[in-house]
């Protein structure tokens, strides 16, 4: 079943905070955060495995909450650059790398 | 350099004929999976193989068919029986049972006229 992306989409001034969220009915072994630029392929951000702490890479970082089964990525300090749609990717336990994707939420940052 | 690549960039069918897409990879990765991307939509999983002659159907497998006699290619044939095949293909790749993620190529825009 398809994890559930929150919010759909998302309108940011430069400097602006964001937080999406991607909630699964399964319990997760791992869940992937990728961005995709319009035409383009999605490229990979960050991974959280069952069990491992919070991740980052520069002002964007993401949590995973197992009780939940549920992960939040957080925008912080928005850039331009940061414009395109968010999309999760899950595993489920023991699934062996196959993810199930969420709807995407699309983010657009505004001078 | 390491990746995977896709060709052709845009690919254009007549109703009727079957077409084939390429995806190969140098990264030396076990896994190769096949999405569908409709437009504003996520990804949707066809097909995914773990090793060399071995393939498994994905969520929307129907009117698809796959191969992988080398571990470096997975070709995606889309055949007639496909109903609606246009939309946008990428195909991506993993080491198998290894924490890491799923790396893509960049697409092939497929349209059918």
């Known amino acids: 079943q398809q994890p559930v992306q929150s919010p759909q989409a998302v309108i940011l001034r430069e400097g602006e905070d964001a937080v999406i969220n991607c909630s699964s009915s399964?319990?997760?072994?791992?869940v992937h955060w990728y961005r995709q630029k319009h035409g383009e392929a999605p490229v990979f951000l960050m991974i959280l495995l069952k069990g491992g702490e919070q991740k980052g890479h520069d002002k964007i970082s993401a949590s995973f909450n197992e009780k939940k089964q549920q992960s939040s990525l957080y925008l912080t300090a928005s850039q331009l650059s940061y414009s395109g749609t968010y999309f999760c990717g899950t595993e489920p336990q023991a699934a062996g790398n196959k993810l199930t994707f969420g709807g995407g939420t699309r983010v657009l940052v505004k001078p | 350099d390491g990746g995977i690549t896709q060709s052709p960039k845009y690919l254009f069918r007549k109703e009727g004929q079957n077409v084939t897409l390429s995806c190969e990879q140098n990264l030396n990765h076990d896994a190769m999976y096949w999405y569908r991307q409709d437009p504003g939509q996520g990804l949707r999983l066809i097909y995914y193989?773990?090793?060399?002659?071995?393939?498994q159907k994905g969520d929307i497998a129907e009117g698809y068919s796959v191969s992988r006699e080398k571990k470096e290619s997975f070709p995606l044939t889309v055949t007639s029986a496909q109903k609606n095949p246009t939309a946008f293909y990428l195909c991506a790749s993993t080491k198998w049972g290894a924490e890491d993620t799923q790396y893509f190529g960049p697409g092939t825009r497929l349209t059918v006229l």
């Open positions: 399964k319990a997760l072994y791992s």
């Open positions: 193989s773990q090793i060399v002659n071995d393939f």
